[in-house]
């Protein structure tokens, strides 16, 4: 009996060096549906795991479900079979009008406001994407004709503000222009490791408004699937182009 990992239920060795990670496991049944011989690896809680080929590349799908913490654990569990390069499709909220609704942001760095990655390395310590993975995102938005920006994006633990205000106006002014909930966890997981790692989200929403109420949060309106869908096969093709055994020094 293959021997698995406790919280993926993974196999404990033999993965693919190369995985695309998103947030819902109906994601990657939906990434899936676009692999050659895609087969289920694992499934557990929101943790759901595909094995399959891309343009004759062996890869993976997992689904990460919302927030750092958890996400955080399927890295660790892919890490440990295998995987060395990730790239994250997901989504996220604009902060700018000119990023609209259905638009790709390729992330270059993220605000760490994860609620994990400081239980990991020091506050001071860069949360920022491999540049070649920047490079072959942007190169294959291009090449599928998407429209997409670079920049740097917010990840934040909380989706929903509190007694506290989101605090949108000062990251605004900085030039940060999308908001997400995972993205920073895995750059820096990546970085500690030496493994090369980025971010493509898709906007579904815009969130730059200070304490914007999130039951006006409609993301699952025909320009955010039609863009999700276009963005699968950028985020599988910058995957493939970026060398699967490539560790950073």
Not at 1 to 26: H, S
Not at 61 to 70: E, F, T
Not at 92 to 107: E, I
Not at 152 to 163: D, I, N, Q
Request: proline share 6%; with cysteine; hydrophobic share 45%.
């Amino acid at each position: 009996m293959t021997a698995i990992l406790p919280i993926t239920k993974l196999p404990r060795e033999g993965l693919p060096t190369r995985a695309l990670v998103v947030g819902d496991p109906a994601r990657a049944d939906t990434v899936a549906t676009q692999l050659d011989d895609a087969q289920l690896l694992g499934q557990n809680r929101e943790y759901r795991s595909y094995r399959g080929r891309w343009r004759g590349t062996d890869l993976l799908v997992s689904s990460h479900g919302v927030g750092g913490p958890g996400a955080l654990c399927l890295f660790t569990e892919l890490a440990a079979a295998g995987v060395r390069t990730y790239l994250r499709l997901g989504t996220a909220g604009s902060l700018t009008d000119t990023v609209r609704d259905g638009d790709l942001v390729v992330a270059e760095a993220a605000v760490r406001d994860d609620g994990v990655t400081p239980q990991l390395v020091p506050a001071e310590y860069p949360s920022y994407a491999t540049p070649e993975a920047v490079l072959a995102l942007t190169a294959a938005a291009r090449a599928h004709h998407v429209r997409h920006h670079r920049g740097l994006v917010w990840t934040r633990a909380a989706f929903s503000p509190g007694v506290l205000q989101l605090p949108v106006r000062p990251y605004q002014a900085a030039r940060v222009i999308a908001i997400e909930m995972e993205l920073s966890t895995l750059l820096v997981f990546a970085a500690l490791h030496g493994f090369t790692a980025g971010g493509a989200l898709v906007i579904d929403g815009n969130a730059s408004q200070d304490n914007a109420d999130p039951t006006g949060y409609a993301p699952h309106r025909a320009v955010v699937a039609e863009a999700v869908r276009s963005s699968v096969a950028v985020a599988l093709d910058a995957l493939i182009g970026l060398d699967g055994e490539e560790a950073r020094a």
